[in-house]
């Protein structure tokens, strides 16, 4: 069993910056694509980002790119999720997931293990 536990929500306000981190324990992280979604208050959890294996291959959502930028480091067992200009829409509850295989999927069914999630609230 692979255990994600992410960290680094807060409150912050419109136009700051926020860098989401998520460790990984359990299983050889390098053999995971990683991704990030969120869900928002009476809203379906969405798609934010997802990095492949080695890191070389990334897919965002439309709404977030340009703005958010996913990395991981396979020596500290640990993705990334920098998050730049935020905007009050960006306000969720933000968790990652781990995907068996090497795509930078965007669908949630293909992600096997999840976080609790951590809140981020972006609010003046």
């Known amino acids: 069993q692979m255990q994600l536990v992410e960290s680094g929500g807060g409150l912050v306000q419109p136009g700051d910056s926020l860098r989401l981190s998520c460790a990984a324990s359990?299983?050889?992280?390098?053999?995971?694509?990683m991704g990030w979604f969120r869900q928002a208050p009476g809203k379906e959890r969405e798609f934010v980002g997802a990095i492949s294996r080695s890191g070389f291959r990334t897919n965002y959502a439309t709404s977030v790119k340009d703005r958010f930028t996913i990395s991981r480091d396979n020596a500290k067992n640990t993705v990334y999720l920098q998050m730049n200009s935020l905007k009050p829409e960006d306000t969720a509850v933000y968790y990652c997931a781990a995907d068996t295989n090497d795509r930078v999927s965007s669908s949630l069914g293909r992600f096997e293990y999840w976080g609790q999630g951590t809140q981020v609230t972006v609010s003046l």
């Open positions: 359990g299983h050889t992280f390098s053999s995971y694509a």
